[in-house]
């Protein structure tokens, strides 16, 4: 089942198939009847939700929010989770390559003011800083059941996401601390410039 969010779908998002949009007050109203896992509000007025359809004896794979995540370790600490990292190349002089992908993904260019883009880009940076100290604070790095993964060539990511999922291994971990603290110097430094 896909997750819920009250914005706008991508032009490549089929609605109930990607995701379900829903005005926040439905989402919020399903949340207190407990048909979601968490209601987060990912980036200043954009929440995203997760329904809590689960049958027994079988496992999921559900994209949640960080904060979404640490919600349900609260609850089931041995719950695996893994948080997928951008990319730290330059694709161009002044643009990271997460930068490219969001743009990309979000059709910016395409259909949306360039206003829209000033707003939203440094909302999202200033997100990556967040998860970052996020990350830090509840030292998921050491964490067993957490896994990172630097989301640069797909087959190598789904390679150790299943590997993962099926034996608990997480592989080399050691420079994911410095990856993150070099997402959040990258992100620092974009929002300084805004």
């Given amino acids: ?63 949640v929010e960080l904060r979404g995540a640490l919600r349900l370790k609260g609850f089931m600490p041995e719950i695996p989770v893994i948080v997928p990292l951008p990319p730290l190349r330059m694709t161009s002089k002044r643009t990271t390559e ?3 992908r969001v743009v990309t993904r979000e059709g910016y260019g395409k259909n949306i003011s360039q206003e829209a883009l000033d707003k939203d880009l440094p909302d ?8 970052g100290d996020d990350i830090q604070e509840f030292h998921l790095v050491e964490d067993p059941y957490t896994l990172f993964i630097v989301n640069d060539d ?19 971990q050691s420079g994911i601390e410095a990856h993150i603290q070099s997402l959040k110097q990258l992100a620092v430094t974009a929002l300084d410039a805004a």
Wanted: charged residues 30%.
């Fill in 1 to 63: 089942m896909p997750s819920y969010t009250n914005r706008a779908l991508r032009a490549s998002e089929v609605e109930g198939v990607d995701k379900c949009r829903r005005p926040l007050p439905v989402m919020a109203m399903r949340a207190i009847e407990g048909y979601f896992l968490e209601l987060e509000e990912n980036r200043p007025g954009f929440f995203y939700t997760t329904p809590a359809e689960f049958t027994p004896g079988k496992q999921y794979v559900k994209d």
């Fill in 98 to 100: 997460w930068e490219r």
């Fill in 124 to 131: 999202r940076l200033a997100g990556v800083v967040q998860e």
């Fill in 154 to 172: 797909l087959a190598t990511s789904v390679e150790t996401m299943l590997r993962f999922l099926a034996t608990g291994e997480k592989g080399d």
